[in-house]
């Protein structure tokens, strides 16, 4: 898989870099790798970078991910790089309740952590 996902032990949250196209099979990847990461952690938060992504791969793509950012008690997201056209797609997911973290756009990693540990 061309995409990454860590868990920053400093700071107590997932990185997830997607680069390129992002499948319906790698998102699945993702929901069990964001369960075993989380395991046994104090925070269920997540930086999602889309600085280099592609398109996803299709409708299904876009709700099996938030299926596996829910099944994973995901909390907070804060996306880094989105264009525009991501932007607009996932704050229509957000409005219509299918992805139950809060979440918000930044422009690079310091923000996203910033962001981030001020809502714990």
């Known amino acids: 898989m061309k995409h990454t996902i860590i868990f920053d032990d400093d700071h107590q949250f997932l990185v997830q870099t997607i ?3 992002f499948t319906t099979d790698e998102t699945r990847q993702f929901g069990t790798l964001y369960n075993e990461l989380l395991e046994g952690k104090p925070f269920r938060q997540l930086i999602v970078d889309l600085t280099n ?3 996803m791969e299709s409708r299904e793509t876009r709700s099996i991910t938030n299926e596996m ?3 994973a008690k995901i909390t907070d ?4 790089g989105a264009t525009s056209a991501i932007r607009m797609i996932a704050k229509v997911l957000m409005k219509l309740g299918s992805l139950k973290a809060d979440a918000t756009f930044v422009k690079d990693l310091n923000d996203a952590t910033n962001w981030l540990e001020k809502r714990r």
Do not use: E, I, R, S
Not at 77 to 80: K, L, Q, S
């Open 69 to 71: 950012l829910n099944q």
């Open 77 to 80: 997201v804060a996306f880094v």
């Open 19 to 21: 680069k390129g196209v």
């Open 53 to 55: 992504a592609g398109k």
